[in-house]
């Protein structure tokens, strides 16, 4: 081989991958230069004129996607260009929604969501370029799939070894330590599809085996009812013991499409949502929090002896109110729900004062988000890598779901947060490591194999 081309060879690689990274970096320019608009107009609404810390704001949330994109530059070449300006876009809104309602008086004027939020997103991203950094490789997470199913298990019972708060509304998945709190629920939404992603290699084929036929579906056999028996019943005792009927169902649900995508069998799914359904069922009818939660989402607007109209109904009036357009950023009233407004229902934040269509804009956002991880799984070259990015896909897809549903009153209230947007320190620490894993994947499955010189014209 000649001089040059041991230099063409060499060079190769770099091209579409610096295509990737300089698209990537055009896009988040754009996701950073939304949200800082977005805080102007809404500063101006309120109080007529630019927010005082709108320097600061932007350049804060600059320097983190700055530094998220070095690190992606760095340690993903290859990777997706999407995921990253799609995270930030939605965490920088997200910032904006939340000192929105924090300059409404009646909604604790004094305590600083937004300035807590921006400091949990600049941990989030530092530990996202850590997981860059030190995961050379996602294939050695393999080593540890019941080592992550043992982790999973301890994170998901500590809280009920823990007391109730009054502020917890009756929900065991916080822990207070001396004025800090933590939801180690968050967590298990990397463990659980690490644990599975190991488990289903191993079991895949046994579980994909039918017994006997029934109304067109090829039901599973009797011995390999075993592990998602034993999921469902873990599912149950996280919702007997703690109360948190988002965690049960996140936890079931993640099981049960990486198992359909690992058998290609729709009776695992059916037997899973009958499963689920008869399980809840039973719980409702004998756990008070449960109920009264049903109660409320069967009857949204029904108000309560000495009370308003509950939270959903509030979040519905929000949302009517936006109309199509919305009225405007700084100019809603969804401070009226109460002390969930910046968590479980700042949904209705984004639908009173942009509209369906911003609504519908965000939840494009997460489909896209959504999309590149499913993407990445197509691509990945080995099955661990397909099954986790799988996993880690539907973990964020069925959070959204259960999220949006609760608050438009398509499903039962779960109290999970909207990921990236909401408040929450665990809860978007938790989202930057779960794109950080998804990176990683997608890196290694766009790298050309060694001798392997990429075309020029390959698509980002």
Not at 13 to 41: D, M
Not at 67 to 96: K, Q, S, T, W, Y
Not at 326 to 336: N, P, R
Request: proline share 5%; glycine share 12%.
């Amino acid at each position: 081989m000649t001089t040059v081309e041991s230099r063409v060879v060499a060079c190769a690689p770099q091209g579409p991958a610096s295509v990737r990274r300089n698209t990537e970096l055009s896009l988040l320019v754009f996701a950073a230069l939304v949200p800082v608009l977005a805080y102007a107009e809404t500063g101006l609404a309120m109080d007529g004129r630019l927010p005082a810390g709108m320097l600061g704001y932007g350049l804060g949330l600059g320097s983190f996607v700055l530094l998220a994109h070095l690190g992606v530059r760095r340690f993903a070449p290859h990777a997706d260009p999407l995921m990253l300006p799609i995270a930030a876009l939605l965490n920088g809104l997200g910032l904006v929604f939340i000192w929105r309602l924090d300059k409404a008086r009646e909604l604790h004027p004094n305590f600083p969501a937004a300035q807590n939020q921006l400091l949990w997103s600049g941990l989030g991203i530092s530990l996202f370029i850590v997981v860059m950094a030190r995961l050379k490789d996602y294939r050695r997470l393999q080593r540890y799939t019941y080592l992550s199913g043992f982790a999973a298990l301890v994170l998901l019972a500590l809280p009920a070894f823990f007391p109730v708060r009054a502020g917890d509304f009756g929900a065991r998945i916080w822990i207070h330590l001396h004025g800090f709190s933590i939801q180690p629920g968050e967590f298990v939404k990397i463990l659980l599809p690490v644990f599975f992603s190991g488990f289903l290699m191993v079991k895949r084929d046994a579980l994909a085996l039918a017994s006997r036929r029934f109304l067109g579906l090829y039901l599973p056999r009797g011995r390999d009812l075993g592990p998602i028996v034993v999921v469902w019943a873990l599912s149950l005792l996280i919702l007997v013991f703690e109360t948190d009927l988002g965690t049960s169902v996140l936890f079931f649900g993640i099981f049960v499409v990486m198992l359909y995508v690992a058998t290609e069998r729709t009776s695992w799914v059916l037997s899973g949502v009958l499963m689920a359904g008869l399980g809840f069922w039973a719980v409702a009818r004998t756990e008070g929090h449960v109920r009264g939660r049903i109660e409320e989402w069967l009857h949204p607007l029904a108000a309560a002896p000495g009370a308003g109209v509950g939270q959903i109904g509030q979040a519905l009036f929000s949302l009517g109110a936006g109309g199509a357009l919305g009225t405007g950023l700084g100019q809603g009233h969804s401070w009226l729900i109460g002390f969930a407004a910046k968590s479980d229902f700042i949904l209705g934040t984004i639908g009173e004062e942009t509209g369906v269509t911003g609504v519908i804009a965000v939840l494009v956002l997460y489909g896209l988000l959504a999309e590149r991880g499913l993407r990445t799984a197509l691509a990945a070259r080995d099955p661990f890598g397909k099954m986790l990015a799988v996993g880690l896909s539907a973990a964020f897809a069925l959070q959204v779901f259960i999220v949006v549903g609760g608050v438009t009153g398509a499903i039962p209230l779960t109290g999970m947060t909207l990921p990236f947007v909401a408040q929450g320190g665990s809860s978007v620490i938790t989202n930057w490591a779960l794109v950080a894993v998804l990176l990683k994947i997608s890196d290694l499955a766009r790298r050309p194999a060694p001798g392997e010189p990429l075309q020029p014209g390959t698509q980002p």
